[in-house]
């Protein structure tokens, strides 16, 4: 099987987001006046969801209020990650480069916003880089469903859903591969999950990071 697309997840996949990711919900359960308790349910919940769509679980978590949620939410994040800053993953963007070279196509799909996933873009310069970026509101739905990587699949023109390769930090991410029919899904334990989790989650194979990815049989086959 040769593989044509890797989708690639961002925080804790490709972006280091030192730890911002989980501060911003934080500072937003702690803005909506959440404690006690129900502040280590929601947090305990966020950390389980990590790499769904995070306007998803804020529905799930405080209903009526999931837009004011969502937007203290982006408000957090994005001024943290301009003040602070996000770096990638040691060597992400020389790895994807090599396998562009190898003519396979690339893209993110991630569940942040449009707007905050471009914030991202532009902080790491990685425009030209990943010129195929999907969010839950361009797809329609967010992690574990499959929409992300079906509309990479769509865009990209592939031949078939199996030449598609999903590489990601959380359980979420792998099945939502599994969900979409995808040839391989990669788990990289620089972020979220481990081993066992991901394991049983779907993935074929769990790397240290995405540097690993070039030397799979699978790639250095093609």
Known sequence: MTIELICFDMAGTTVNDQGLVLDAFRRTI??????????????????????????????ELFDVRANAANDAFERHFVTAAQEVGVSEIPGARE????????????????????????????????????????SPADAGRGRPAPDMILLCALRSRVSAVQTIMVVGDTASDMQAGRRAGVGQCVGVLSGTDDEARLLESGADCVLDTVVDLARLDILVAQ
């Open 30 to 59: 702690d803005e909506l006046g959440v404690t006690g308790e129900d502040a280590r349910e929601a947090e305990g919940y966020v950390i389980e969801t990590m790499g769904q769509s995070k306007i998803e679980v804020f529905t």
């Open 95 to 134: 790895a994807v480069e090599e396998l562009k070279s190898r003519g396979i196509a690339v893209a993110l799909t991630t569940g942040f916003s449009p707007a905050t996933r471009e914030v991202l873009i532009d902080i790491l310069d990685w425009s030209e880089l990943f010129s195929l970026r999907v």
